[in-house]
């Protein structure tokens, strides 16, 4: 359910308002990088994903039938923690697994299971045997595998592409330093041995679902950002 304002416990001095950006920002809950649906404070320049601003006291999940998540302002202890969905350390609010030691961010613990445009379906796995078209590796963090089985990207990998390419993307140059942007394209054309033609639909189809997975990591499934998603993915 979506409100037009919201008060919240991490930010009691001001009244939060809807909003919706094409540019990144940083919430201010979970500590990690969001588009799209968030609630701010502009006086405080105070940022919250939409699952971080309405959290649930406690979750389930598929991929773990025999844990119950609860929700934390805060990582439990002093020891770093990480999300075992994109195995990025916790700094903020978390989903807490307390018999089982497991952690997931707000927006990976609310990916969706199944991505669908009605030309593209991606489903979410807990682990592949195939692998990421992104660095070449299995197993590792949870991972969208398309319908057909061709195309597999890691949710690690999608969240390494937006942190390291933070300052160009929040900042902007002009564009310029989107050129640092690593290529999906160039590593799928290295290899995938085929005609011009088969090359060209294999990258245009593993582009379009990684657009899908960057819209669900950065906590808006349901919108493909138009302004800095297209430009990432013109780079891809």
Same mark, same amino acid.
């Not at 692998?131 to 991972?143: A, V």
């Not at 090359?199 to 493909?224: H, N, R, Y």
């Given at each position: 359910m979506k409100y037009n304002e919201i008060s919240h416990f991490s930010h009691p001095q001001h009244i939060l308002k809807f909003e919706y950006t094409e540019v990144p920002f940083k919430c201010d809950g979970c500590k990690e990088v969001g588009i799209g649906s968030r609630y701010r404070c502009s006086f405080c320049d105070f940022d919250l994903h939409m699952h971080c601003s309405m959290p649930s006291i406690s979750i389930s999940h598929p991929f773990y039938t025999k844990c119950s998540f609860q929700f934390l302002s805060r990582p439990p202890g002093d020891t770093p923690r990480y999300c075992n969905a994109c195995e990025k350390y916790v700094t903020g609010f978390v989903y807490h697994c307390e018999s089982c030691g497991f952690d997931l961010h707000p927006c990976c613990a609310k990916l969706p299971m199944v991505l669908d445009d009605g030309e593209v379906k991606l489903y979410l796995?807990?682990?592949v045997s195939s692998?990421?078209?992104?660095?070449?590796?299995?197993?590792?963090?949870?991972?969208y595998r398309s319908d057909c089985?061709?195309?597999? =990207?890691?949710?690690?990998?999608?969240?390494?592409? =937006?942190?390291e390419n933070w300052h160009e993307l929040y900042f902007g140059d002009g564009g310029k330093s989107l050129n640092r942007i690593p290529s999906l394209k160039n590593t799928l054309e290295t290899s995938h041995k085929r005609s011009k033609g088969k090359?060209?639909?294999?990258?245009?189809?593993?582009?379009?679902? =990684?657009?899908?997975?960057?819209?669900?990591? =950065?906590?808006?499934?349901?919108?493909?950002?138009a302004g800095v998603i297209a430009t990432f993915m013109s780079r891809a």
């Open positions: 796995y807990r682990k692998p990421c078209h992104r660095c070449g590796r299995k197993g590792r963090s949870w991972s089985k061709k195309y597999n =990207l890691h949710v690690a990998c999608v969240r390494e592409m =937006l942190v090359v060209k639909k294999c990258c245009e189809m593993a582009a379009l679902a =990684l657009q899908f997975v960057i819209s669900a990591v =950065l906590g808006d499934p349901t919108a493909l950002i």
